[in-house]
């Protein structure tokens, strides 16, 4: 299919090929413009790569002041180059790339790679100029990767565009960095490490080529087997998670993003508003995609051999075996701080252990063989933990006590590296004395950690990265198909434009909502005291009132809720206070009546289902804990919309409350199936009403009974 040429390739999805990148990784023909012989030179250095790791196609130094480079005839224009270049790498002042990228264009380049500096990151004038370069591409079919970048290199073929000091080993790991120096760093300790890759990219200031692009690519690349990223900003966050989820459960995805602890930006107007921080956000977005998301340099590499290496656990039960408790002890703090579980031993398994144990190993997980194990009764216990259905991971703990060999204990291990379904991974804790051990052990496809805390961390991101493929690909219960009424939804919304407002009463917001299938409290708005008592007197008492007005948003803050208002006489007094106290202290445009509604028993769980806009994924729901203090407790989880019943319930899980609300200390359990329904409903609301930029339920009454909407919140 031909591409128009008028159209973003990046964003061409009809017309996406996916092996547009190949003038990039695979080029025949590469022109270094910007080449020269100045010692220290970053040209230089990147025409010298180039030409002595042989790639299988042909270079072409441009230099309009020097008739050769490195011995290479140069020329003074890639128009003058005497075939078809397919890579442009460019090494020169940034002023002077649109004008180049024009030339490129114009002689047919389709890829090229900005190693200059001098664009976004300096400001509006750079800004400029990065916006002059993507015009001047567009004319073409080019794409772009940088500026401000250490280039692009791919071991397996020998091509290393780049001006790092040497090529990296060929392997199975890709890694694409947003910063220049940690690629160079990581790859100067990949050579002490033996450490190999199959691709590197310094994506730079991501102009054009992004992270979407480059994990579409890779994961049709023979020689990739995991992807792996340092990541400080998400750039097309779309284009990202959908690469992403079609990648990742063939291809690990794991990624370190910066700024973990960075302000969550300027306060929001609501309370979901004030929550939604955008790195959690950016953790909802890995999760929805299948990412596994690390916190340290040392996770990412290791935790790309392990899902190399091992299973997937189907579960967090992992079972430790150990000759020492002590680390055993250190292993489990780990496990359970990060999500993961013991495993209990079957009453089978225990019968089993018993069986061939010595009398005072632990009886139970921890499993203690004792200090004095052979390898053949680590081997046996290995064997029949694996065997136990109530485990789903082991971990093998070995310090080398002096009647301990580790190295004939690893020899008689290696075999269960692949008899088993389930993962297996080693701590072979020491120096000297477990280097030969821990070495048969990786031979073998067994993972093995200096520590055991750092392998069950291993296990738990196994089990995270299996639990975020599980949410994309396990089939959802079919939710029910309510209708919603979107006319009735128009003619609100079409009203509060008309006024002028961007912030709904909570009677419209309720409106909205019930709209939309999601239960709420009969609502019923009066504009006087006599008629706050005529409704409170067809509704039944007691009676809740609530301040309707078009310009306060938290009621409760300014004195606007009057709760369990027993007869007529406190229903009229109430309401003329809270005129009286708003007309005062704000202003009579301030106060637009009162909302009466029955006042309704708390007996359940106080929730809050709510969205807000996020500047990079759009619409971000939230589920937790709710009430008053909802940013004192902050129990919540995020996700991003569209929901399933299945990601609904993953969503819920994420919380403390989630426990609660399946029973406690003699109470009924909440319909967990109904609030996954008005989840996926909320849903439904925030997808389909793209004005809507903040909604908060708070709070949801959820009880053994109902759920219902006290009160709500819709900018």
Not at 185 to 194: P, R, T, Y
Not at 311 to 340: E, F, S, W, Y
Not at 347 to 375: K, R
Not at 456 to 475: C, D, G, K, P, V
Request: with cysteine; hydrophobic share 40%.
């Amino acid at each position: 299919m031909k591409r128009s040429k008028s159209v973003d390739p990046a964003h061409d999805v009809l017309g996406y090929e996916r092996q547009q990148l190949d003038t990039i990784f695979r080029p025949e023909t590469v022109a270094v413009i910007g080449a020269t012989e100045r010692p220290g030179s970053v040209g230089r250095t990147i025409m010298w790569n180039l030409v002595s790791s042989p790639f299988g196609g042909t270079v072409f130094p441009v230099n309009s002041r020097r008739p050769n480079v490195l011995g290479i005839k140069a020329y003074p224009s890639v128009s003058e180059v005497p075939a078809r270049v397919n890579l442009a790498v460019i090494v020169a002042p940034a002023p002077a790339v649109p004008r180049i990228i024009r030339e490129c264009v114009e002689a047919g380049v389709e890829g090229a790679v900005i190693i200059s500096a001098g664009f976004r990151e300096t400001g509006p004038e750079g800004a400029e100029l990065e916006r002059q370069v993507l015009e001047e591409a567009r004319r073409g079919r080019m794409r772009i990767v940088g500026p401000n970048c250490l280039g692009v290199m791919k071991p397996p073929t020998g091509f290393n565009a780049t001006f790092a000091g040497a090529i990296a080993r060929p392997g199975n790991v890709a890694l694409l960095s947003q910063s220049g120096a940690l690629l160079t760093a990581i790859l100067d300790q990949s050579f002490m490490e033996n450490v190999g890759f199959s691709a590197l990219v310094s994506v730079g200031s991501m102009m054009d080529v992004g992270w979407g692009d480059l994990i579409h690519y890779l994961g049709d690349d023979p020689y990739t087997k995991s992807i792996v990223i340092y990541m400080e900003s998400v750039g097309d966050a779309r284009s990202f998670l959908s690469a992403a989820r079609e990648v990742a459960l063939t291809k690990p995805i794991i990624v370190i993003k910066a700024g973990r602890t960075e302000a969550a930006g300027k306060a929001a107007a609501s309370h979901t508003g004030s929550l939604t921080g955008s790195d959690e956000v950016l953790d909802a977005a890995f999760s929805r995609s299948g990412v596994l998301r690390v916190d340290e340099i040392s996770e990412l590499f290791g935790m790309a051999e392990v899902l190399g290496k091992q299973p997937r656990p189907k579960g967090p039960r992992l079972t430790i075996l150990t000759n020492a408790g002590g680390p055993a002890v250190l292993a489990t703090d780990a496990l359970i701080g990060n999500g993961g579980e013991l495993a209990e031993i079957s009453s089978e398994t225990m019968d089993t252990l018993n069986g061939f144990l010595p009398a005072p190993w632990s009886h139970g997980n921890p499993v203690d063989v004792l200090g004095d194990a052979d390898p053949e009764r680590y081997a046996k216990t290995l064997e029949t933990a694996a065997g136990d259905p109530q485990s789903d991971g082991l971990l093998v703990i070995l310090t080398p006590q002096d009647m301990t060999d580790p190295t004939a204990t690893a020899e008689r291990l290696a075999p269960y590296a692949n008899g088993t379904s389930k993962p297996v991974l080693a701590s072979w804790m020491g120096g000297p004395a477990v280097a030969a051990g821990e070495s048969i052990l990786n031979g073998a496809g067994i993972p093995t950690f200096d520590y055991p805390d750092t392998a069950a961390r291993a296990f738990t991101n196994m089990w995270q990265y299996t639990y975020n493929l599980r949410s994309i690909y396990e089939t959802p219960e079919p939710a029910e198909d309510e209708g919603a009424d979107r006319g009735r939804v128009d003619e609100i919304i079409g009203h509060v434009r008309d006024s002028g407002r961007t912030i709904l009463t909570e009677f419209e917001a309720k409106q909205i909502l019930a709209a939309y299938g999601i239960p709420t409290v009969q609502t019923e708005v009066a504009r006087s005291p006599g008629e706050a008592v005529e409704l409170a007197d067809r509704l039944g008492y007691p009676v809740v009132l609530k301040l309707d007005s078009e310009t306060i948003t938290h009621k409760t803050d300014v004195g606007g809720v009057r709760l369990n208002l027993q007869n007529a006489d406190e229903v009229r007094r109430a309401y003329e206070e809270m005129e009286s106290s708003i007309r005062e202290n704000y202003g009579p445009e301030d106060f637009g009546g009162a909302a009466v509604q029955k006042m309704v028993s708390l007996e359940g769980y106080e929730l809050i289902v709510g969205s807000s806009l996020d500047p990079q994924f759009g619409p971000v729901l939230l589920f937790g804990s709710g009430g008053s203090l909802v940013e004192v407790y902050r129990d919540r989880a995020l996700a991003l919309p569209p929901l399933t019943t299945t990601l609904a319930r993953r969503m819920m899980e994420r919380t403390r409350i989630f426990e609660a609300l399946g029973g406690v200390r003699g109470r009924a359990p909440v319909d967990v199936g109904s609030l996954e329904r008005l989840l996926v409903r909320t849903s439904q609301l925030v997808v389909e009403q793209p004005w809507i930029k903040e909604l908060d339920i708070n709070p949801l009454l959820a009880s053994p009974e109902r759920l219902i909407t006290l009160d709500a919140r819709i900018v």
